[in-house]
C-alpha cells in the first residue's frame, strides 16, 4: 500500500493543524493505521493509531486529549487533528499502515507501508 502524507506546515503554538495521508486502493479492515513522527535527532515515536474498521483508537500520552485520528473510508484517507499544538510537536509526521498486533501496535517496525512523511513546525 502506498501512502502519501499532506497538511503539514508552519503553525504557532497554541493552533490547530490537520494532516492528511492517503491511502489509495482498497484497505482491509483489518489494517491499522498510524501516525508516528520523528523530531531531529531523536528516534521515530508513536502518536496515534486507528483501525480501518474505525471501532478503535489509541493515542501517545503526550497528544491525549489535543489530538484526534479518524479515518474516511469513502475518501480513503487517514486524519490527523491536531489542536492546542506545542512546540514539542515539531517534527516529520508520518503515516504507517500494516496488520499489527496489539501489542506491537506502538512499534515503528511493526509496520510495512510508509508514506514519505510531512513536516510539521510549531513556533513558540
Known amino acids: 500500500v502506498q501512502l502519501q502524507a499532506s497538511g503539514g506546515g508552519l503553525v504557532q503554538a497554541g493552533g490547530s493543524l490537520r494532516l492528511s495521508c492517503a491511502v489509495p486502493?482498497?484497505?482491509?479492515?483489518?489494517?491499522?493505521m498510524t501516525w508516528f513522527r520523528q523530531a531531529p535527532g531523536k528516534a521515530r515515536e508513536f502518536v496515534a493509531a486507528?483501525?480501518?474498521?474505525?471501532?478503535?483508537?489509541w493515542y501517545a500520552d503526550s497528544v491525549k486529549g489535543r489530538f484526534t485520528i479518524s479515518r474516511d473510508k469513502a475518501k480513503n484517507a487517514v486524519y490527523l487533528q491536531m489542536d492546542s499544538v506545542k512546540p514539542e510537536d515539531t517534527a516529520v509526521y508520518y503515516c504507517?499502515?500494516?496488520?499489527?498486533?496489539?501489542?506491537?501496535?506502538?512499534?515503528?517496525?511493526?509496520?510495512?507501508?510508509w508514506g514519505q512523511g510531512t513536516q510539521v513546525t510549531v513556533s513558540s
Open positions: 486502493g482498497r484497505t482491509s479492515s483489518s489494517y491499522t
Open positions: 504507517a499502515a500494516g496488520r499489527v498486533i496489539l501489542s506491537s501496535l506502538r512499534l515503528a517496525e511493526a509496520y510495512d507501508d
Open positions: 486507528i483501525k480501518w474498521s474505525g471501532t478503535n483508537t
